[in-house]
């Protein structure tokens, strides 16, 4: 299981997208696939 | 000493050097500075002690332009005005509002920061602030894009706070000093209807006074001054205009012009990581979420603002709970499983925009068709939004969320309707209660009403006080501004003009 990252790490240019009503970093989303 | 016009409008005897006209914090402010000088005040006011129907009933308008609240639902017409009701919160604008902007028209003062600077400590005084004692502004880090609004005065407190605190209701911490003034002679429930005019000097000579029970009186002062709030300013103005051929700061058409408010949209929820230790970069940011009460500000930069064209702006964060994220604010229940972090870690807080309207010709304040019970028209207020002002609150929420990002601290939601730009009957708009404009401060008529001295163009001693002078009106909440300019005024009614 992916272990979830917190604190957040730092993003020294943000690519800012808009999901679900929040905005957040395109990083921010688990590309790999869960085992 | 405190007279009331309810029975007939009484009988004042001597000669006054002033005649202001509203009781707020404007008009009470300017009183007992001029009274301090040992000028003699005539102050009037058209409610009572206390607000009361037949009064409050006179700020009824019609709203033509973006919806808006009723026009007798943000301002009480009674004496001390709509200091009855503020929030109290205290804040003073930025230097660099003073200053014209490329990609902002009609943007700058006649007057700076520095003039307003020296009234600040007997602003605090009045305003029971405890002194300023801050820099207004410091980078949020090394990017130069973010700025903390540090807004401090001795209390400890960055601006009041609505919840613990009790703001100065003018009406009722002034009301001793009232009574008891032979400087100062208020007239509770005194209707100003029009003006006399020396057709021959072009001076004020006297206002026309109606009481509620048909009874009519005149009053003469050496200089007059509006103090009844940014609407009721400009309609008394137009009014005057209407009679006088349009040569009271009217020769340009700029009378009701440039109407401006503090708009808000409230973007809920934004968090903070849980894990602030003081080894993290973040620890600072802990420190100084906790010291912010009621919030933490965080605008664009100046420089921002000007490469960009945006208007100032700032995020307000409200406290954090240690609560975390309830599923309400994650719509899509799948939706955090896809995301890096966990929703369990996190402080929460709410969040909302609040932006400067930029100045603009279309957004006015009108006399309708409709008439009062004193004969006088009706106000009408056309508020109108320009494009830019929408898209500076969203560029400035995204500029703040990359800001979160950039150093780890968090991320915030934004409001679905502002992110897609939609038009704005359909955001979620909301507004402070901070009318600004209308009769703005300007070198010459071309582009306002009145000059560097709250004098109107045009007028040898007919003056305007309030937010209704502000050339433009950056975030701050303008109460502070507004006892700034008014002392400013005392002085130059008194002679002590820098």
Redesign the interface.
Known sequence: M?S???????????N?I????????A????TEKRK | MILDARGGFPNLEGRYHCCIIGSGPAGITLALKLADAGRRVLLLEAGDREVTTESQDLYEGLILGHDYFPLSAPRLRALGGTSGHWGGQCMLLDHFDFLPRRDVPLSGWPIRYADLEPYQAEAAQILQTGSFRSQNRKPADNTGTIDIVDQRFSSDRPFYDMENNDPVRFGIKYLAFLKGSRQVDLVLNANVVGFNVDDTTGRIVGVRVHTYDGQRGNVTADCFVLAMGALENSRMLLHLNREQGDRFGNQNDMVGRCFMEHLTIHN?VYFI????YSH???WEFERLFRRAIPELLLSPSHKQMLKNGWTNTVVRLGRLNREPLEID????SD?ID?????ED?FFTGRSSIVGEQQPNLASRILLTEEKDRFGLRVVGLDLQLKPNDIETLRSS??EV??FL??????????E?AL?DLETTEHLPLDFFSHHMGGARMSLSSDTGVVDADCKVHGSKNLYVAGSGVFATGGHANPTFTIVQLALRLADHLIGNAA
Not at chain 1, 4 to 14: A, F, G, H, I, R
Not at chain 1, 18 to 25: K, R, S, V
């Open positions: 992916i979830k990252n917190n604190p957040l790490d730092k993003v020294l240019e943000p800012v808009f999901a679900d009503g929040w905005l957040l970093d990083s921010d989303f688990i | 809920n990581t849980k894990r602030l993290s970069s973040t604010d994650i719509p899509a939706f896809k995301l890096k972090f966990n870690y929420t995204i969320a990359k990002i950039r150093t780890g601290l968090g991320r915030m939601q934004m679905p992110w």
